[in-house]
């Protein structure tokens, strides 16, 4: 079985496309789940500004709001897209990034979202690369139980692999897709490197942002 | 050793960005590498117009346009993008897509490019779901030697998984990150594939014009 880090009581969300292999159209009505933790965290977290993020201290980005459901640091959140730290990371600096609103899989995003993911996949990996140091990292993304995804409502996973032959890389490749165990998240690293990689996403923005005014 | 698809021979990129945690500035120099199969693959495939693919006979997809390299089936060729079909597939409908130009890794493709990417991911997903018939699936995308990146030009995996516990499923998890053996590509097999993905990828785009034209 693979873990479920959200609990096992976790119900599956029942298809509402009659086609899976068109993106169908989207609805308000489908747009949250009350029993998806992913909606969960979109619902308790603002949209800020991620090229000037909120002081850690901030109430808008406190772990806590999650609660009763773990603690969760932000990384990243945009009036349509939400990142935060694997709540039982792979490695140091295990980032998921998703839409905000309810998408099961990759083909529910709208066309727009799937830009949006797309161009902050970048930013968030070269965040983790400056935050962590690592220079090497995994984008994964699964879709469906055959495929290992556990909670279902879209999300890529931005994974740091400091190296090639540890043990953890041995638990990697037998983690990833749904197998072994996985270390819990220690709070107050976690509140420290999610600062971190705000403060570079913050960075790598700006630094987009003035590369495209000097083209002007 | 991590299997090298397209030959041992290819020499690692030497890292042109003084600074990997930051997305470097775009040089048109760097923008194809001679060694390297994907640029070629780029630069013998001209654009077409996704919503209306060649006829399967048509010149300008013919797979042995790479030769004397490993004969490529194409599914997609804008401006700024190529996807194709894996040559040694971890499933049917293995594809990969990568930026034309040369971009050793993410961070280093630009903001554009990575918007062009995720929105793509969608329709080259759904696209390989219809062609298929399989519903469940991953993405994948390696950087660097130590994430098992074998080609040094950024690529996304899109790899249906037909089912979770078969002899396939259970070298999935050991192959994906750089041990094992895949299978290679039957040509007459490929060139029927492809031709349906490339069909499929124009019936999902025509379906997002429509939608966003239905909203207009």
Redesign the interface.
């Known amino acids: 079985m693979a873990p479920n880090t959200y609990g096992s009581s976790l119900p599956p969300i029942p298809s509402t496309d009659l086609d899976?292999?068109?993106?169908h159209?989207h609805h308000a009505s489908l747009d949250s789940d009350s029993d998806c933790p992913f909606c969960h965290i979109s619902s308790v977290f603002p949209a800020y500004n991620p090229a000037d993020p909120p002081a850690p201290t901030s109430s808008v980005i406190n772990p806590d709001l999650t609660s009763p459901q773990p603690a969760t640091f932000i990384i990243l959140s945009t009036p349509h897209l939400v990142a935060f730290l694997d709540i039982m990371p792979l490695s140091l600096g295990h980032i998921l990034l998703c839409p905000r609103p309810h998408r099961p899989?990759?083909?529910d995003?709208s066309?727009a979202e799937?830009?949006?993911?797309?161009?902050y996949?970048?930013?968030l990996?070269?965040?983790v690369?400056?935050?962590t140091g690592v220079?090497?990292?995994?984008?994964?993304?699964?879709?469906?139980?055959?495929?290992?995804?556990v909670v279902p409502h879209m999300h890529?996973h931005v994974i740091p692999?400091?190296?090639?032959r540890d043990k953890r890389?041995e638990r990697?490749?037998?983690t990833?897709?749904g197998?072994g165990q996985r270390d819990e998240l220690d709070e107050e690293e976690a509140g420290e490197l999610a600062e971190r990689v705000r403060r570079?996403v913050a960075?790598?923005v700006r630094?987009?942002e003035w590369?495209?005014e000097s083209k002007l």
Chains 1, 2 share one sequence.
Do not use: C, H, Y
């Open positions: 899976p292999g068109l993106p159209t899989k990759l083909t995003a066309p799937s830009a949006e993911l797309g161009r996949l970048r930013i990996s070269a965040a690369v400056r935050a220079g090497d990292w995994n984008v994964v993304q699964n879709n469906g139980a055959a495929a290992a995804q890529f692999r400091p190296e090639l890389s990697f490749t037998a990833m897709f197998r570079a960075e790598v630094a987009d590369e495209m």
